[in-house]
C-alpha cells in the first residue's frame, strides 16, 4: 500500500513529500514521509473516513497489519527541522530576537 496522491503534500520546511497522518495513540497530525520506508517505524493505514492514521511499531511488535505499509517519521529525515522546544539542543548563531515594538 501507499499513500494516495491526494495525501500527499511538500513539507513546508524543505522540499520533501509527506503525508500527514493522524496518530492512533492521541490523535495529532503526524508529517510521514511519502514514500514507503521499509525502515520506518511507523506503520501507516487508510481509515474508512479517508484520513491517514499513523502507529508506532515496537520491537516486541513490528509486524504490519493488512492494509497498512511502513513509513519513516519526516521529523527523521527533514533537512530542516523545527527546533524543538525546551531541549538543549545546540544552534549555533540562531537566536531569537525578542519583537521590539516601534511605539
Ligand atoms: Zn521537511
Given amino acids: 500500500m501507499k499513500p494516495a496522491n491526494r ?7 524543505c522540499p ?3 503525508c500527514w497522518a ?3 495513540a ?5 508529517p510521514v514521509n511519502a514514500e514507503p520506508d521499509s525502515q520506518g ?3 501507516v493505514s487508510r481509515g474508512a473516513d479517508d484520513l491517514l492514521y499513523v502507529r508506532s511499531l515496537t520491537k516486541a511488535h513490528p509486524e504490519i497489519r493488512a492494509g497498512e505499509w511502513r513509513a519513516m517519521p519526516h521529523h ?8 524543538r522546544r525546551g531541549s538543549d539542543h545546540q544552534r549555533t548563531g540562531v537566536r531569537p530576537v525578542p519583537q521590539r515594538r516601534p511605539w
Avoid: D, V
Wanted: glycine fraction near 4%; charge should be positive; aromatic fraction near 0%.
Fill in 22 to 24: 493522524l496518530t492512533t
Fill in 41 to 43: 517505524n511507523l506503520a
Fill in 76 to 83: 527523521a529525515t527533514c533537512i530542516n527541522p523545527p527546533p
Fill in 16 to 18: 520533501a513529500l509527506i
Fill in 7 to 13: 495525501h500527499i503534500t511538500a513539507c513546508s520546511r
Fill in 26 to 30: 492521541n490523535g495529532k497530525r503526524q
